[in-house]
């Protein structure tokens, strides 16, 4: 199974406590998606990456498209073979790729918001 993506904090972490309200998807990877005890339950899944992808980004939202295709392909595959940790793993590349870009948008208003909290006259 792939690796968390960079920055995202791991599932026992006390940033979760705040974080899973603004980032759904990451608690998602974190929690269910990289445990490997997580039934993998498919039709909920992209029940799931479906309502997220209406209202996510205009720029996002072929990501979610990759992740229900990959999720549709993942329920397809034989659950014992091989081949089924790597289509699981192309399941979490889109979504990593996602989570990526959403902390790059936070780690930047961040950034922003501290920027305009020590501008002079503020």
Do not use: C
């Not at 209202?55 to 397809?76: H, K």
């Not at 780690?107 to 922003?112: P, S, V």
């Amino acid at each position: 199974m792939k690796d968390l993506p960079f920055g995202l904090p791991p599932a026992h972490s006390r940033k979760w406590h705040n974080r899973r309200w603004w980032d759904q998807l990451g608690y998602l990877r974190v929690r269910s998606l990289a445990n490997p005890k997580w039934p993998r339950d498919m039709p909920w899944l992209i029940r799931w990456l479906r309502r997220e992808r209406s209202i996510a980004l205009p720029a996002d939202q072929d990501l979610y498209d990759e992740a229900i295709a990959a999720a549709q392909n993942y329920a397809r595959t034989p659950q014992r073979s091989p081949e089924a940790e790597r289509a699981w793993d192309r399941l979490l590349e889109p979504v990593d790729e996602l989570l990526t870009r959403r902390q790059s948008r936070h780690l930047a208003a961040t950034d922003e918001a501290r920027t305009e909290r020590n501008a002079p006259g503020s």
